[in-house]
């Protein structure tokens, strides 16, 4: 906050790009604002490289944790903290859950028949 009270942006304004070392985009696209987020081994020390951020959210995910939680928790964008998690999974230090999509999942009605259909041809 400043003097006059509105919020001070201008440290803030750089400080999203360096947290991603300048990458806007996660590297995997499955990573969703509803997908859920747990460190398999949270006692797993991270490189001298990781950032406070990418430490808090190892920490953080000991439990299950979805990405817009960890967002509100570190007080950072979701898009930014997907980049940082994206980062994580990849390197095994954290892993996603997500659900399957109703729209994704097959229609019960059309296994059956596939079914029906391999054993008929014995």
Do not use: W
Request: aromatic share 2%.
């Amino acid at each position: 906050m400043t003097r006059s009270g509105e919020p001070d942006f201008s440290a803030r304004a750089l400080r999203p790009y360096v947290i991603t070392r300048g990458r806007a985009r996660a590297s995997r696209n499955t990573v969703g604002v509803e997908t859920l987020l747990i460190a398999p081994d949270a006692t797993r020390e991270l490189p001298v490289t990781a950032t406070r951020e990418e430490r808090a959210l190892v920490a953080m995910c000991a439990h299950l944790l979805s990405l817009a939680e960890a967002s509100a928790h570190l007080d950072l964008p979701v898009s930014l903290v997907g980049v940082l998690a994206s980062d994580l999974i990849d390197a095994g230090y954290l892993t996603a859950r997500s659900g399957t999509p109703k729209q994704a999942a097959p229609d019960s009605q059309l296994l059956q028949e596939v079914l029906h259909g391999l054993r008929g041809i014995r």
